[in-house]
């Protein structure tokens, strides 16, 4: 399975930006999905995770109420809304398949830079 990120790029804090990871599994639909991100010389954080049952959300307290996940399943592609962004949300982010641990499940990433 290929997962290729885009939507990354530089912002202002309070600025806004909208990533995609496009999946090459005609049974995208099946997965749970999540959002992971490494800042520089920090390890990996959990972003966000959406489910395939019904859609359900779950997001950690560091980005609750500023981003929000969603998927198209008829386009196999994966988002991540992230508003009133702030300096500690530059990292390099990564979607994943479920279990995210596993960063054989990771795709390339995209940088997110927020500085003014």
């Known amino acids: 399975v290929r997962l290729v990120e885009s939507g990354g790029g530089m912002v202002q804090p309070g600025g806004s930006l909208r990533l995609s990871c496009v999946v090459s599994e005609s049974t995208f639909s099946r997965y749970d999905m999540s959002w992971v991100r490494q800042a520089p010389g920090k390890g990996p954080e959990w972003v966000s995770t959406?489910?395939?049952?019904?859609?359900?959300?779950d997001y950690a307290d560091s980005v609750k109420g500023r981003f929000t996940i969603a998927r198209d399943n008829a386009k196999n592609t994966l988002y991540l809304q992230m508003n009133s962004l702030k300096p500690e949300d530059t990292a390099l982010y990564y979607c994943a398949l479920e279990p995210w641990r596993d960063m054989n499940n990771w795709g390339q990433g995209t940088q997110v830079t927020v500085s003014s």
């Open positions: 959406i489910d395939t049952l019904n859609g359900s959300t």
